[in-house]
């Protein structure tokens, strides 16, 4: 990590996209989860609070592995 971002190593290139096999919903920062304002965010995130903050360190572990 540099100033909060993932560094991706010399010679690799990242892509994560929504649509890598399987679509889970949206992905959104857990913040908007439980706001009135973002009902669409609690529609369409189908697996709940805290799968953002999930998936974001699974992206991150991933990562770490490909960097060492």
Same mark, same amino acid.
Do not use: C
């Given at each position: 990590?540099?100033?909060?971002?993932?560094?991706?190593?010399?010679?690799?290139?990242?892509i994560?996209?929504?649509?890598n096999?399987?679509? @889970? &919903?949206y992905?959104?920062e857990?913040?908007h989860?439980?706001?009135? !304002?973002? =009902?669409?965010?609690?529609?369409?995130?189908? @697996? &709940?609070?805290?799968?953002?903050?999930?998936s974001?360190s699974v992206? !991150?572990? =991933?990562?770490e592995?490909?960097?060492?």
């Amino acid at each position: 990590w540099v100033n909060g971002h993932i560094q991706v190593p010399p010679g690799h290139k990242v892509i994560i996209t929504s649509f890598n096999g399987d679509y @889970v &919903g949206y992905i959104t920062e857990d913040s908007h989860y439980d706001t009135r !304002s973002h =009902a669409e965010v609690r529609t369409m995130n189908w @697996v &709940g609070p805290g799968f953002g903050h999930y998936s974001s360190s699974v992206i !991150s572990r =991933a990562l770490e592995k490909i960097s060492h």
